[in-house]
């Protein structure tokens, strides 16, 4: 059987979201899945490149698929419908399963608002292992699979019980990196190039109110030390990696785990540079943390700090405390390592005083960078439902947005947050952060090499447009 993969092209995922991109990693793992029952496969990215539609459409036939699965999260979801849409019209009996985290949050909306078949709700490999087994005269039988939300011959959508987590993730296979074509535009800031993403861990127990877990859910589950440094020295002597980006939620939940892989990673025989994308928590950040980080090759690190205000942090519900990010923040320079903050703006209870002791505090911390992004609920987390019970809407999430975090217009008003003030104070963060002299000479001290040069130029050309565009 010949299966496609696609990650849709939707334009909205332009501006700041464009210096960092990763793999579709998640599509790389089913591909690897499926090709040892002995399947053909095909991943075609249309965002990283922007293909269109109907060119997608074009591509994907001549592969002569027999299934078609469609990967999405919230802001490329506005490119699946008329996929879907174009693909039924050209090829009416050809099945289409969507997967990812926006679909697996609202599957019987997502089925409402386009014509695929049947979506996988969470963690995808078993579910479409089991479909892809499926009785060629059956072919594909939705019926009794765990995991699935599908359309029956009568056109009703019907819930399958759902798919349980796989419990030792390790066996699951290598990710099927040579299906990715275009593998040298996956790469967060670039210290040494060709740059490789792993995920060495699934599911995060915190429970931040923004955080959407419609995939992997609260649990804790990891690869073993030996197994990530098998994929990482498949990548450097396969694919030649001479970085390493790590997507992990939460990399350093299991701290034992972290120091064994991080030791493994300093006494690795070629030198790679590792930035930790999705970040680690401030407060599992010791000195002995931050030297080992330095020793494997960590050169960055992301750190969700979210507010300055002890009030707000505590209502988003990840336990953090302004002082464990004050000495996160300062560990990690002191090691040399370049520290991105992440801030968010108009949580639940911001108002002009908080949102303001949020600017004064990133500037008081000094992380090297810093991203400010205005709250977004995406649909199935507390945020999401909080705002629905008490707040108002000012524009819809549960189709999709059109700018991410950092279109520069409020998504929501509760109680005393207000979109114009939340906007206001997002317009002063890029001056007040960035536009320091001793700002940019911070900034400037970081760069090592030239591929570090060329993103710069690259994403401050690209925040230069989220500003000037404003969209939700
Ligand atoms: C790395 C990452 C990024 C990177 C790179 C993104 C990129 N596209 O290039 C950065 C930091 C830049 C980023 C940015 C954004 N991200 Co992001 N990101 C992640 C992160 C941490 C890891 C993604 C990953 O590789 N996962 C591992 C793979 C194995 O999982 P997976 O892709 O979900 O696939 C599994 C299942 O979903 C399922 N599946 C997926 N597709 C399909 C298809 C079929 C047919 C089937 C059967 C199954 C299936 O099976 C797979 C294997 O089990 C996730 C959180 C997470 N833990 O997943 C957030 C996450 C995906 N990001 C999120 C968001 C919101 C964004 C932004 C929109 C934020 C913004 N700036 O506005 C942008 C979008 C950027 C863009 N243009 O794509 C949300 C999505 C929420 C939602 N409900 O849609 C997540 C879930 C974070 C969160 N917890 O809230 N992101
Ligand atoms: S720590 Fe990160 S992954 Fe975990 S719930 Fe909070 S935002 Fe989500």
Redesign the pocket.
Known sequence: MNIV?IVPYSPA?RG??RS???P????A??AAVVREQGHYCRIIDA?IVSIPADRVIDEAARSDPDLI???S????WQGVPPLVDLFKRRFPHLPI??????P??IPEHCLNRCRADAV?V????H??KEICASPAEEFPRFEGIDGLVWRDRDGRIRRNAPRSLISDIDEIPFPAWDLLENRAL?HSRPRRVPVGAV?TS?GCPSRCSF??????GDHFRAHSPDRVMNDIRRLVDEYGVRQIDI?D?NFSLNRDRARVILGKLAAFPKQLSVNL??GIRADHVTPELARLLKRAGVYATTIGIESGDQGILDGVGKGSRLKNIVQAVQLLREEGIIVFGAFILGLPGDCPETMERTIQFATRINPHMAKF?IA?P???TPLYNKIEREGTFLFPTYDG?QA???GGRAFFEIGVTRAEDVEYFYRQTFRRFYLRPRKILDILSTIRSFSEVKWFLKSTLEIAFSLLSRRR
């Open positions: 993969f995922s700041t979201n960092t991109t990763a579709p990693l998640g599509l793992y089913l965002d699965g469609i990967s999260h919230i802001l490329n399963i969507l997967g990812g985290p926006f697996s949050a996988a969470g963690e995808g490999e579910t479409l996956y995920v699934r955080c959407s877990k419609s995939v992997f997507l939620d994308v999705s992004a977004t995406f649909p199935g947005l991410g975090y950092f």
